[in-house]
């Protein structure tokens, strides 16, 4: 039997029994949804459904087929995803993270769980619009400028969840805006992901496919902020959020939570993270 | 700004902050791991490594390419999963559930994240044994001595994780024992599952392949405790659980979470559970 | 040993020992390639290269992990692909043609291997322009051009290559146009598929990538040639073909091989058929 | 319009025109069907069926989705497949075949159709038995007694298919057999694969997984024909082909046509191979 005091164990399931809310940052996987055309597109069908095959006491079961890239829908960032004249983080050679042809080292099923605490920054709600201009650069003011109207510093080991608004053209729809080949994408660059780097976040996050301040019709042909991040500093990124709901209630700390699958040797995960807090 | 009382919203970020410990209920996805021959094996390949293409400032990403089925590794069944007599949980027509090809009624994307209180039911350490004899049914006296002795009876909302040691196959590599296609599984059955509904239980999980007690060479011919929990109940039900570590450590009580895929119309998703507790 | 007279048996091969011309009329598959987004994308990778796993002697194998649907590159439509009303070819009810969650009947597996005289119809050669125009609706009278013009009656059993010229869009790698959603393909109707039908023909091909007429802007709203071909006479369909060497060289009769890979259940094939001709 | 004259075109044509049999030398593709495990296995779902979308004319068009490997069901090795002490065919480093992750250089896109005199070696005819059993090495002496008692000489370019029987299990269903893990499987060896070189063979076939003999037990884990065929002479392998029809008939001579698929990179592809010889 268990010798672990209540104490040491249940402050935390106290705290859950006494009720929380669950703000979902994943968005739902659809085939046709926006995505970059690097990655293998999400496709779903249904090898057998009900009715397919019943068996003689009326049981039926269904079942899928799934195939994707690790980079398509919400996912995260494995360290393996990024290298700089041929390192890995750690100064790694990326010849030696390989492993029978998968990244044994900074894979996919090296990221541990989170459950941190998570802010939220939101950018536009500074900026007083509704959601920022194609290809700006997140600036280090108006992180800064957030955080101090939001009164949440940042601390080390946090998870920093960067708002652009942006998220609201997967929600319309808008393919050709989301992923924003011809018109840009907002984001955080080079100095960006350094200011967050120097608060010491373990993850950060954006509602844009890319995280980056993507300039007009430049495409993804150079990725500053993720070589900042992943190659030089060994902090998760998170693509594809959903935080518009988090903007809306204005929810700017919460328990973060993101479990991405296991998947062994793998360059990222596709992941359903979540905001959590107290009360309903 | 947010208006919400720290009151409100902060105690479970209070109770992460004070420290937790992170259990990982799930399992690392590997090619050729054990899962059942009914569902797309899990296969994974590197399109692209580094060094395959590097731009001109240096950098590379690497990226991936995954198939499979939903019902592969540690997996959560949605209520689309399993019919019964052409009817899905609340008496939904299979075909009603159907739209566009898929299940938009039921489907995994409508599984709502879990955090919510988990027991682990250790029926070995109740029984005496490392882990249950293949194809041994565990009773209902078993799982009702297991709470007694564990002193956590499951309340309204739980998530019952019901440990057989089956586990220990998959952890060995012994694919064939873990499968159990000719040894048998052991697990609950309809009358384990009843009482599980009877407590209330919002979701229970095991640690074998298809959560039931499958007898010697019977294989998936029938699946009573599915029949049980997903059709009459609106129980979910996840399978190939890691809970070996809940029971080293006596683990009995906890946060659950999960937070599966949003696959939209898909009859289930692979995840990543977490059981959590404060302390280090 | 065989008791079949050489006469029987080896005209044929004496034909081919005296020396043949292979015209290979398949498109290369590559990831990127233009095709309709309405089928899983052509994607491959590498699961093993050489050199990650060398056994003790030196040797060393690499593989592939290929997912695509089956209307994508030069493909062949099977008689299941498209229904009217609810029936297929030889008003077969679409529900009857179903075992098992496949199309066991009218499935690609029962398209029978082609090895018949083929005749490559050149339109835009009859109508002195390089390719046909977009949303061109090649006319009955076109055909019957054509066929006189190059003094090539179509004869019962015949496959029947209606060459429009876009495929110059597809070796130009011009997706946008080669799909056409904006600008529209040219393509034989209604009318021209039943002229075809009434020649006889067996299978009919194009160098397009819908064999159909796409008007600019309606997508594949409607489909008529596919249901007077696959619905109203078993008349099958090959898309996507490379029909620019056999008019470069007026190549305009020809053995038509085609060989569908026998997936059973599916409703089309990949494929890459050749003409053959005497001669180097 | 051409100027080729009818002689230099028309022999083939006349030839078939004649009538011919076309004898599939391809399985069938299903899910579940016997492979090797190293490769992702063949699998197929429809993401649509009819009914699932009827446009408002009342068509409906039904589709599907591939996953899979290169090394299943019939089908051709190409070059890039097997390499020996890192150097592909033709002393090329393995390193310098691929380009951007792929095998550029000797991939399956570089298998150039075949159109040409095929030869069934029916080694068990010659035996006197059904099968050739589990493990058994075809020698250089039952090859030769073959050629001799078929009166059919191989010559420089043909395709030689070498019949061991084993093939009667995939009909059969004996995956287990078939695969032939635990039994062995016949074929030839260094010395069979030598002496077909040395006839000038273009390529050479077989009806079992792996075209080599495999002693029991001992898997894959040395290939020595491989080596010698693919890597040190540049002569293809077909593996689990259909040559009881062949057999069956005595048919020990015709044209051999295989038209791969021309997957850019690959190191395999699946094929339908056909034996044609003239009359019905």
């Known amino acids: 039997m268990?010798?672990?005091s209540t104490t040491t164990t249940h402050t935390l399931l106290d705290a859950v029994r006494a009720g929380v809310r669950v703000v979902d940052l994943g968005r739902t996987l659809t085939v046709g949804m926006p995505q970059s055309p690097n990655h293998p597109a999400y496709w779903h069908a249904l090898p057998r459904r009900h009715g397919d095959m019943v068996r003689v006491d009326g049981g039926s079961a269904a079942n899928d087929m799934i195939s994707m890239g690790t980079h398509v829908g919400t996912h995260i960032d494995a360290l393996s995803h990024v290298s700089q004249d041929g390192k890995l983080y750690g100064d790694l050679d990326v010849a030696d993270a390989l492993t029978g042809g998968r990244y044994e080292e900074l894979g996919a099923h090296t990221i541990a769980p989170m459950v941190r605490r998570g802010v939220l920054l939101d950018v536009p709600a500074t900026l007083g619009v509704d959601r920022l201009d194609a290809g700006y650069e997140i600036s280090v003011v108006d992180l800064e400028r957030t955080v101090e109207r939001q009164a949440t510093a940042i601390e080390p080991g946090d998870v920093a969840l960067v708002r652009s608004g942006w998220g609201q053209h997967f929600d319309s729809g808008d393919k050709a805006s989301f992923v924003g080949h011809d018109s840009g994408v907002p984001g955080?660059?080079?100095?960006?992901?350094?200011?967050?780097?120097?608060?010491?976040v373990h993850a950060t996050g954006a509602d844009t496919i890319a995280y980056e301040c993507l300039p007009p019709g430049a495409?993804?042909?150079t990725l500053p902020a993720h070589r900042v991040l992943l190659v030089e500093n060994g902090v998760y990124i998170i693509e594809t959020m959903n935080l518009e709901e988090l903007a809306a209630d204005a929810l700017h700390e919460f328990v973060f939570v993101l479990s991405p699958l296991a998947l062994y040797g793998a360059t990222g995960s596709p992941v359903r993270p979540l905001a959590v807090v107290s009360g309903e």
């Open 219 to 221: 495409g993804h042909a």
């Open 2 to 4: 268990t010798t672990l």
């Open 188 to 200: 955080v660059g080079a100095a960006g992901a350094q200011w967050l780097v120097d608060q010491g």
